[in-house]
């Protein structure tokens, strides 16, 4: 079955600075990439996802590339702001969602 | 108009127990998933189920067991509460292959 990691576990960067998070899979079949923000207490929510016929996706001040022959992908914030602090979660699947398989997560702090 | 609902919110049982948490979602999602969230904040998918076909996670004790009446609940029923089944757990529900939307979570300690 399909296996993510993830990495770093915590990250931390000042208000401001780009923060990078990247995933890597093991089954070729995933084609389906999403991006999940959770926040304290709350529900995961996406934030943004990319197929594997896209080799990068952008929306304001996230963007994410996937490097399907190399079976990673990474997850860009430009211009952290506080409120960008959560918990992200990478995953992986592919086209019936059977094999939906989430990263261990990376605690995000934006320090002021 | 709340997509994936959940509930209770919170619940609190003592060991040996046994108890539900109902999902509904009104997306019209042909999949529906389960999911724990422990204190470390993994994810970990219990089950998934689409088109009465249930796919369960083998780590998955058989204390545990979804219901699903229809395609717009999937419910979730726990035997013999134990400990360890302390943490959050979130209900979701995707068409294939897509973004899966989460409900709220219920966060169940076992005393």
């Known amino acids: 079955g399909e296996n993510v990691e993830q990495h770093p576990s915590t990250l931390s960067v000042q208000e401001g600075d780009s923060a990078v998070i990247k995933c890597t899979y093991s089954?070729?079949?995933?084609?389906?990439f999403p991006w999940y923000k959770q926040e304290l207490g709350k529900r995961p929510q996406l934030i943004i996802d990319i197929r594997s016929n896209v080799g990068e996706k952008k929306d304001q001040r996230i963007a994410v590339t996937l490097n399907k022959t190399a079976k990673h992908f990474s997850l860009h914030i430009t211009e952290t702001q506080p409120e960008d602090s959560a918990v992200y979660f990478c995953a992986a699947s592919d086209n019936y969602g059977q094999n939906f398989v989430f990263g261990p997560g990376t605690r995000l702090s934006v320090l002021p | 108009d709340t997509a994936v609902s959940q509930t209770p919110k919170y619940l609190v049982t003592q060991m040996g127990n046994d108890k539900s948490i109902k999902c509904e979602q009104n997306?019209?999602?042909?999949?529906m998933y389960w999911y724990k969230q422990d204190s470390k904040k993994f994810l970990k998918i219990m089950f998934s189920?689409?088109?009465?076909?249930?796919?369960i996670n083998e780590t998955v004790p058989n204390r545990f067991s979804p219901k699903s009446p229809d395609k717009a609940h999937l419910n979730l029923h726990i035997n013999s509460l134990e400990l360890g089944d302390s943490a959050v757990y979130f209900c979701?529900?995707?068409?294939?292959?897509?973004?899966?939307?989460f409900g709220p979570g219920t966060r169940l300690t076992v005393l």
């Open positions: 979701a529900s995707s068409q294939p292959g897509s973004e899966q939307f």
């Open positions: 089954d070729s079949a995933s084609n389906y």
């Open positions: 997306l019209g999602h042909d999949t």
């Open positions: 189920y689409n088109n009465k076909e249930l796919i």
